[in-house]
């Protein structure tokens, strides 16, 4: 059996900023909220989700032997993510100013998922970064690193919702494991509401209506009805970067995050004249190499 104590330590070891144990079970409240948020059409063209919702919510059926699920968090607070100025345009959400997360998030959960298995041979688990069907929100939830704000991201106390999540779901038990994020600590906060430029936030539902966020719009290929994206060309930040929570807390301190160009320098025309030489060579392993750069030069009009 493993020891809590043992895992932290040693997902702290590979640079990650917050770690939480959960023992494996179905979350069943979840599901329903879930399925009840997908019946009312607010996943909009994100089909993907109304597939495995079985073991998004219950990893025992997502793998075999599954006893524990390790989710692990990392800030990637950068300037960029403290917000653009009212007139700018051609903004890029701060997480994609930087190396692609799903590759180094997966790096750091293999070099954990490694260490561990040095330490307990018989280990076995698989990593999970964001593209695999695991409610990591809620998970993360459940191993008490933070609690679901009104906006429906993760905000963690310390590094508030600028955080990568992944998670480690494994074979073996814990000794211990952590106690969930039961409150809420948005209060009397709505800024995330009044900031959101389209009224994508679901009032009272801590769910977003994907039909109107400018995140979901600017990436995706096919949505739905066109909606004015405020000057951004991939993602949004609007409603993180006026939440309290991330104004306080501190910028990133992994290398992996340290942003690999800054948006702030780039205009609309720059990106409709970019080569796609010039787009491989500066941009080749961030987000943005997977929408390609046509899509930001529609995004740009
Ligand atoms: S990402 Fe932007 S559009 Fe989507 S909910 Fe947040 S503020 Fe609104
Ligand atoms: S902006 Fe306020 S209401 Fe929105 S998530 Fe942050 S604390 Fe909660």
Redesign the pocket.
């Known amino acids: 059996m493993i020891t809590k104590e043992h895992l932290k330590t040693a997902a702290k070891a590979v640079g990650f900023d917050l770690c939480g144990v959960v023992a494996v079970h179905p979350l069943e409240e979840d599901a329903a909220r879930f399925r009840r948020w997908l019946e009312a059409g607010n996943h909009a063209s994100l089909g993907y989700l109304e597939r495995n919702i079985e073991k998004r919510f219950n990893p025992a059926q997502l793998v075999e032997g599954a006893q524990t699920v390790i989710v692990c968090a990392i800030s990637y607070k950068s300037e960029i993510s403290t917000g653009y100025a009212e007139d700018a345009c051609a903004k890029i959400a701060s997480y994609a100013c930087n190396r692609d997360y799903h590759l180094t998030i997966k790096e750091l959960l293999h070099a954990l998922l490694k260490q561990l298995q040095s330490d307990y041979p018989t280990l076995t688990g698989r990593a999970f970064v964001d593209s695999a069907p695991v409610a990591e929100k809620q998970w993360a939830v459940e191993a008490g690193l933070g609690w679901i704000g009104r ?1 429906s991201l993760l905000i963690t106390p310390e590094y508030g919702s600028f955080v990568h999540l992944g998670e480690l779901i494994i074979n073996e038990a814990c000794d211990s494991y952590d106690t969930p994020f039961e409150a809420s600590l948005c209060g009397s906060c709505n800024a995330c509401l009044t ?4 009224g ?2 679901l009032e009272g539902e801590r769910m ?1 209506d994907t039909r109107r ?3 979901c719009h600017t990436i995706e290929r096919a949505t739905t009805e066109p909606i004015a994206l405020d000057g951004w060309i991939f993602g ?1 930040d ?2 993180q970067s006026c939440c309290p929570y991330n104004r306080r807390a501190p910028m990133h301190r992994s290398e992996h995050f340290t942003p690999r160009f800054d948006p702030r320098t780039l205009t609309p025309d720059h990106w409709r004249q970019m080569s796609e030489e010039e787009f491989r060579c500066h941009f080749a392993d961030t987000p943005l190499a997977r929408c390609g750069l046509d899509h930001l030069k529609r995004n740009c009009d």
Do not use: D, K
């Not at 900031?195 to 389209?198: L, N």
């Open positions: 906006q900031h959101c430029p389209t994508a936030i977003i966020c400018i995140a949004c609007c409603c």
